[in-house]
């Protein structure tokens, strides 16, 4: 379906939640979820160049074009959601198997695509905005099941300016995420990186926490 190499990533935790609220998408963080710190950061050479990498390396710290994931823990139902935010691996997950971004089931689907809200402002970078918007358009936020596409245009604070759109075809992109650069004074954060495409050098110095897809073959619709 992809151009972008399978099993490569793979998911931590059994995937169930501990308890599950029905408002509570799927892909929000919860305050007892724990992101990793600079601490755990290192550079390392690989074919020919420096790159950001784990000081203790796990299988999943990259993803299938080698770019070096945030580590997020999961204890999902565990605290208080953060609603403004998304968990990084759960994030991946439902845009790399195109699942809800809700309740993690298989997203909507029909002849014309895959269901997706949308809104202009989704795509921040001025670099990397789709002047045909929504053909075009680079996303952070994973599709959505018919039901829970209409639960968040309900409830979802961006929903006055939701569209809702079907999508032949999704494609994998690159990632958002923060920059690392080291100097000798140490690390430089760097948080207002664009969204990166995969193959951008920029990305070894990357700690990704959002897989983007580009939205093609986009046309909108009513709200199943
Ligand atoms: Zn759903």
């Not at 939640?17 to 690989?46: F, I, M, N």
């Not at 796990?58 to 403004?84: C, I, M, Y």
Request: proline share 10%; charged share 25%.
């Amino acid at each position: 379906m992809h151009a972008f190499p399978k099993n490569t990533r793979r998911r931590r935790g059994n995937g169930r939640p501990a308890r599950s609220p029905d408002l509570v998408p799927y892909v929000v963080p919860w305050d007892s979820e724990h992101v990793g710190g600079v601490s755990a950061l290192t550079t390392e050479h690989h074919g020919g160049y420096s790159r950001l990498a784990y000081k203790a390396p796990r299988e999943s710290d990259r993803d299938g074009a080698e770019v070096l994931w945030t580590r997020h823990t999961q204890s999902r139902g565990v605290g208080n959601p953060k609603f403004a935010a998304m968990h990084s691996e759960r994030q991946f997950e439902c845009m790399y198997a195109l699942k809800c971004q809700v309740c993690a089931e298989p997203a909507s689907r029909n002849k014309d695509g895959y269901l997706f809200l949308s809104w202009p402002e989704d795509q921040p970078h001025p670099e990397n905005r789709s002047p045909g918007w929504p053909e075009g358009a680079l996303t952070t936020q994973p599709p959505l099941c018919e039901a829970h596409a209409r639960t968040a245009a309900r409830l979802c604070p961006h929903a006055p300016h939701f569209v809702a759109l079907r999508v032949g075809l999704p494609k994998l992109w690159g990632v958002l995420g923060t920059a690392y650069p080291r100097t000798v004074g140490g690390w430089v954060i760097d948080n207002t990186i664009p969204e990166l495409r995969f193959g951008d050098p920029r990305l070894r110095h990357v700690l990704a926490s959002h897989l983007v897809r580009q939205l093609r073959k986009v046309k909108i619709v009513e709200l199943p």
